[in-house]
């Protein structure tokens, strides 16, 4: 359903899923029982879900907020993949994560390049030509340059799943990486995860219906 926050009935919201709308009316789930996962057909994976635990969730295309009489590790799960701004890319990252960190950083828009802390951030995830060449040193195949491949949805999502296959790893980690994981690596870089300096990122992230 469409709804603004303030008129979403003891329920959560997403952004983004609601594109002919406002910029501030939201997709309200009011789910009270699990059934609202078992009955949403996805209008990407063009599906319904089930609710599991994300370990078992294949590809780990999944939605929050969608169980929500299960644990937080349950969530509902499809076999293909859910999509983003632009419809998804295969990575790490789950779907409703970078479609948080998208909002947070351009409300999801192709916004360009703007300066940003002593450098231009470029595109609807606002990344950075560092950023982007590490990224490139796992997928080579990043477009034909930091700026025309970060202004586009595709390639600047790709560029984040290559960036945090590099640095999101269980190996410098030490766990098996989280949305907050990938969201404070995206914010602070390859130890942002563990930086205090990326809590506040964290919180904006989770404000965006993400945890």
Same mark, same amino acid.
């Given at each position: 359903?469409?709804?603004?926050?303030?008129?979403?009935?003891?329920? #959560?919201?997403?952004?983004? #899923?609601?594109?002919?709308?406002?910029?501030?009316?939201?997709?309200?789930?009011?789910?009270?029982?699990?059934?609202?996962?078992?009955?949403?057909?996805?209008?990407?994976?063009?599906?319904?879900?089930?609710?599991?635990?994300?370990?078992?969730?294949?590809?780990?295309?999944?939605?929050?907020?969608?169980?929500?009489?299960?644990?937080?590790?349950?969530?509902?799960?499809?076999?293909?993949?859910?999509?983003?701004?632009?419809?998804?890319?295969?990575?790490?990252?789950?779907?409703?994560?970078?479609?948080?960190?998208?909002?947070?950083?351009?409300?999801?828009?192709?916004?360009?390049?703007?300066?940003?802390?002593? &450098? !231009?951030?470029?595109?609807?995830?606002?990344?950075?030509?560092?950023?982007?060449?590490?990224?490139?040193?796992?997928?080579?195949?990043?477009?034909?340059?930091?700026? &025309?491949?970060?202004?586009?949805?595709?390639?600047?999502?790709?560029?984040?799943?290559?960036?945090?296959?590099?640095?999101?790893?269980?190996?410098?980690?030490?766990?098996?990486?989280?949305?907050?994981?990938?969201?404070?690596?995206?914010?602070?870089?390859?130890?942002?995860? !563990? &930086?205090? &300096?990326?809590?506040?990122?964290?919180?904006?992230?989770?404000?965006?219906?993400?945890?």
């Amino acid at each position: 359903m469409d709804f603004a926050d303030s008129n979403c009935p003891g329920g #959560k919201t997403m952004s983004g #899923k609601c594109p002919s709308q406002a910029d501030h009316v939201k997709c309200c789930f009011t789910a009270d029982t699990d059934e609202e996962c078992a009955t949403y057909n996805h209008p990407t994976a063009g599906q319904v879900g089930s609710c599991v635990s994300t370990s078992q969730c294949p590809g780990s295309f999944y939605i929050s907020n969608l169980c929500p009489t299960k644990p937080n590790d349950i969530k509902c799960c499809f076999d293909k993949p859910t999509g983003t701004c632009s419809g998804g890319s295969d990575g790490p990252v789950p779907a409703d994560c970078m479609q948080c960190i998208c909002n947070v950083e351009s409300n999801c828009q192709e916004i360009g390049c703007k300066w940003d802390v002593n &450098s !231009n951030s470029c595109g609807p995830y606002q990344i950075k030509y560092d950023y982007y060449t590490d990224a490139l040193a796992i997928n080579p195949n990043l477009g034909s340059g930091w700026e &025309s491949c970060t202004t586009k949805f595709a390639c600047s999502e790709d560029t984040v799943q290559a960036y945090m296959t590099r640095y999101a790893t269980h190996s410098r980690l030490g766990h098996t990486p989280t949305c907050e994981d990938f969201s404070r690596i995206h914010n602070g870089g390859p130890n942002g995860w !563990n &930086s205090p &300096s990326t809590v506040g990122y964290w919180d904006k992230i989770q404000a965006q219906g993400c945890s």
